[in-house]
């Protein structure tokens, strides 16, 4: 079994800044993608930041300049430093990984559970 698990979500002023961490435990050979996703209430589920295992990152045009990805492959960990944050970050951030020789078979996704972020005005 594969798991991931978030952390360092809260609660911060508009203009803080939040680092999310979310680390990969259990049976695999490799990560291939790591991404960060969010979810507001009401809304879609959207991509905010990814990052290959060769450092290619790729932003949602939302978080350009403000949120940095970054990995450590060797710890199966990702990191999303989140800058001037604004109201309208407020979501659930959410962690997935695509997985080579997992238990699910050769190339398979798992989520973690998610870390809420709120942004007070």
């Known amino acids: 079994q594969v798991q991931l698990v978030e952390s360092g979500g809260g609660l911060v002023q508009a203009g803080g800044s939040l680092r999310l961490s979310c680390v990969a435990s259990g049976r695999f050979f490799s990560i291939n993608v790591m991404d960060w996703y969010r979810q507001a209430p009401g809304k879609q589920r959207e991509l905010v930041a990814g990052?290959?295992?060769?450092?290619?990152?790729n932003y949602a045009d939302s978080v350009k300049g403000r949120f940095i990805i970054s990995r450590d492959s060797a710890k199966n960990t990702v990191h999303l430093e989140m800058n001037s944050l604004k109201p309208e970050d407020t979501a659930v951030y959410l962690c997935d990984a695509l997985v080579m020789g997992g238990p699910s078979g050769p190339l398979s996704r798992y989520w973690g559970p998610g870390t809420q972020v709120t942004v007070s005005s």
């Open positions: 990052i290959t295992t060769d450092g290619y990152t």
